[in-house]
């Protein structure tokens, strides 16, 4: 009660290095909305009592049920604050997971959202490829400004078959090849290629 | 300035604060755990989380005391040696909150003493994040708001001395972390 629980949730949050994603913590999240909720329950008990009470406002202004209500109006106005930050840092996170890994989540990734917030994930990205298809431009590569046309790279894990320009490559464990820039990105950005030196 | 959905600042307005209640309170009795009545007397002492504390003092309904991080103690400690105080142990927020909290107790020596703080172990920040080992000692020592000086200055040598060798500019995406579920080991490690 009394924003403890909110603090926590948000703690937990904080412990990550930054741009990292806790676990969507449910039970934490839950427990705040339900203490909400048994703050609104006292408010309202307090109100009561004093309409009952029937005093005059101006003199018992600065004590007895008043300070009560005033503590459980402001441990609410406490929680809601907690709860909206720690949606919207992760909110800010998810959106700039579009731009660092495409348009499909890995499903280490995946595993750490809500489902609202894979639903907010998929309306985000419709709206930028809509976007980006529109001006057809795709803004998500060329993230650093590129130096050379093309980039040697070595693939760390099996993609298999893709489509390259006008042909397509075979892309198995450990063989090396020279793409352009903007087809190696995305999969360096993923993990699943590096880039190697001369 | 700190915004609504800052998370330091919500974290910084979490920290401890000793109040007297200067009128009883009916009907919030679980704020002091240890009260067995649904009621705060007046004149009952106890730990509050600033955002409360503030709250209350603006209605007069509290009277607040200098905490123990600025009190004379702590000062004299960092007259001393300023480097050396574990502030992160006694007020991870002691910068933030000290600047919020100076005009509650009506203690105006706070300000400067800050800034001396601040100033006195500024320099062992700034030699220590350009050079030295990885995890030197002091990053124990310091507050939220230093840490996030010391890390920016580590991460900017580290891209520096990056650009002057010439590594690889197209990376792996930050959030897919660095250890990656393997069964096989892999070859030659990447530069």
Request: aromatic share 8%.
């Amino acid at each position: 009660m009394y924003g403890r629980s909110a603090s926590q949730l948000l703690k937990e949050q904080a412990s990550c290095e930054s741009g990292q994603l806790a676990v969507f913590n449910n039970e934490a999240f839950d427990q705040v909305i339900k203490e909400c909720g048994e703050h609104h329950l006292q408010l309202e008990s307090l109100f009561r009592k004093l309409m009952e009470k029937n005093v005059d406002i101006q003199t018992t202004r600065n004590g007895g049920e008043h300070l009560g209500a005033f503590i459980h109006h402001h441990s609410l106005l406490r929680n809601k604050r907690c709860l909206m930050a720690y949606t919207q840092n992760r909110a800010e996170i998810i959106r700039s997971l579009r731009w660092q890994l495409g348009p499909v989540l890995p499903q280490e990734i995946k595993a750490k959202l809500s489902y609202s917030e894979e639903v907010y994930f998929v309306n985000h990205s419709a709206a930028m490829e809509s976007y980006m298809s529109e001006m057809d431009i795709d803004l998500t590569v060329d993230m650093v400004p590129p130096k050379s046309r093309s980039v040697r790279v070595k693939v760390l894990d099996d993609i298999g078959e893709v489509c390259v320009g006008d042909h397509s490559i075979s892309l198995t464990k450990h063989s090396l090849h020279s793409l352009s820039r903007t087809d190696a990105e995305p999969f360096i950005s993923q993990g699943l290629m590096e880039e190697v030196s001369e | 300035m700190p915004g609504y959905y800052d998370m330091d600042d919500i974290l910084m307005e979490d920290e401890p604060i000793s109040v007297v209640f200067q009128v009883g309170a009916h009907g919030c009795g679980l704020l002091d755990p240890g009260s067995e009545t649904n009621d705060i007397e007046k004149g009952t002492k106890m730990d509050l989380p600033y955002w409360l504390a503030h709250q209350l003092h603006l209605r007069q309904a509290v009277s607040i005391s200098v905490p123990a991080s600025f009190s004379q103690k702590t000062k004299k400690e960092i007259q001393a040696d300023a480097a050396c105080v574990d502030l992160k142990g006694r007020c991870p927020y002691f910068y933030e909150l000290g600047c919020k909290i100076a005009p509650l107790v009506g203690d105006k020596t706070i300000g400067t003493f800050l800034l001396y703080a601040f100033t006195d172990r500024y320099k062992e920040i700034l030699s220590k994040s350009h050079s030295g080992p990885a995890v030197p000692r002091i990053s124990s020592r310091l507050t939220k708001e230093e840490s996030q000086l010391f890390e920016a200055a580590r991460s900017s040598m580290a891209a520096f001395k990056k650009w002057r060798t010439g590594g690889s500019r197209l990376e792996k995406a930050s959030i897919l972390g660095r250890k990656r579920k393997r069964t096989i080991p892999l070859g030659p490690s990447s530069p």
